[in-house]
T-cell receptor
Framework: DGGITQSPKYLFRKEGQNVTLSCEQN?????MYWYRQDPGQGLRLIYY???????QKGDIAEGYSVSREKKESFPLTVTSAQKNPTAFYLC????????????FGDGTRLSIL | GQQLNQSPQSMFIQEGEDVSMNCTSS?????WLWYKQEPGEGPVLLIA?????ELTSNGRLTAQFGITRKDSFLNISASIPSDVGIYFC?????????????FGKGTSLLVTP
């Protein structure tokens, strides 16, 4: 089945540690996105990428980094500079032209030890 | 990106009742989307709207793209217990971050048998 796979489902981070969240899609979508969701809040955009080897900051990029070496993959690194990383992280993808709606993975819940 | 104004924040209804929720923005959007999210999962697309005035149904769900392009509503008829979840509106502005979406804060729906 075509879809978006996020891993791991749950992740724990120690103070001062970087962690990487995986996102893989087999929908042949050019564009991929990372959102952060906090309780009672809507989704907020962290980073997005429209094509391989290119990505742009979203509204809350500080403390995060991404790479887009392959069309299928868009990993997100939560760095130690992100002081409040506990949240639910969602990856999405869509066609580059935006004529198709975004589809989401099942998310990764990150917590601090 | 701008966060959309979604209301109501929560609804507690009896099975069989109809539900209505809406989303407004201070600026225009090219696309309105409605998603449903269940605990620990990613949002699932319910309805996508691409044209001002468009009215689209998906089973018991009906959504409309407002004529002003600044609002949208979602109706659920004859609610059932499995309708429980958080419903998000999302909009895609004309000039934005690579077709990334702006989200409302969600409407939490509880349905009692």
């Amino acid at each position: 089945d075509g879809g978006i796979t996020q891993s791991p489902k749950y992740l724990f981070r120690k103070e001062g540690q970087n962690v990487t969240l995986s996102c893989e899609q087999n929908l042949n979508h050019d564009a991929m996105y990372w959102y952060r969701q906090d309780p009672g809040q809507g989704l907020r955009l962290i980073y997005y990428s429209q094509i391989v080897n290119d990505f742009q900051k979203g509204d809350i990029a500080e403390g995060y980094s991404v790479s887009r070496e392959k069309k299928e993959s868009f990993p997100l690194t939560v760095t130690s500079a992100q002081k409040n990383p506990t949240a639910f992280y969602l990856c999405a993808s869509s066609s580059r032209t935006g004529t198709q709606p975004q589809h989401f993975g099942d998310g990764t819940r990150l917590s601090i030890l | 990106g701008q966060q959309l104004n979604q209301s109501p924040q929560s609804m507690f209804i009896q099975e069989g009742e109809d539900v209505s929720m809406n989303c407004t923005s201070s600026s225009i959007f090219n696309t309105w989307l409605w998603y449903k999210q269940e605990p620990g999962e990613g949002p699932v697309l319910l309805i996508a709207l691409y044209k001002a005035g468009e009215l689209t149904s998906n089973g018991r769900l009906t959504a409309q793209f407002g004529i002003t392009r600044k609002d949208s509503f979602l109706n659920i008829s004859a609610s059932i217990p499995s309708d429980v979840g958080i419903y998000f509106c999302a909009g895609q502005p004309p000039t934005n971050s690579g077709y990334a979406l702006n989200f409302g804060k969600g409407t939490s729906l509880l349905v009692t048998p």
